[in-house]
Nanobody
Framework: QLQLVESGGGLVQPGGSLRLSCAASGFTLDYYAIGWFRQAPGKQRELVAVTTRGGVTNYADSVEGRFTISRDNTKTTVYLQMNSLKPEDTSVYYC?????????WGKGTLVTVSS
């Protein structure tokens, strides 16, 4: 079964860090563009960071300089390193893989930034 599974969410204090993982099962991610999205209660899902097949990365203005998206060498996992977290970063974070008409979503991992 082809699926994406996010992990690494949790409760963190403002200013803290978390690293989210997006693990692919049943396929590799090297031919896919991977995006991290987030959705807070009552808000629309928004794109946070993206990495293309060629390794080009792009970030939402709200996370630029604080978040970093990266791929691991096994080609099955993509990470989102989140530093200097703010309460407004509280959301469910989802990863998305797109290529050749295929589109996969994970079920999300909850990040809560609170003191």
């Amino acid at each position: 079964q082809l699926q994406l599974v996010e992990s690494g969410g949790g409760l963190v204090q403002p200013g803290g860090s978390l690293r989210l993982s997006c693990a692919a099962s049943g396929f590799t991610l090297d031919y896919y563009a991977i995006g991290w999205f987030r959705q807070a209660p009552g808000k629309q899902r928004e794109l946070v960071a993206v990495t293309t097949r060629g390794g080009v990365t792009n970030y939402a203005d709200s996370v630029e300089g604080r978040f970093t998206i990266s791929r691991d060498n096994t080609k099955t996992t993509v990470y989102l390193q989140m530093n200097s977290l703010k309460p407004e970063d509280t959301s469910v974070y989802y990863c998305n893989a797109v290529a050749y008409g295929m589109n996969y979503w994970g079920k999300g991992t909850l990040v809560t930034v609170s003191s």
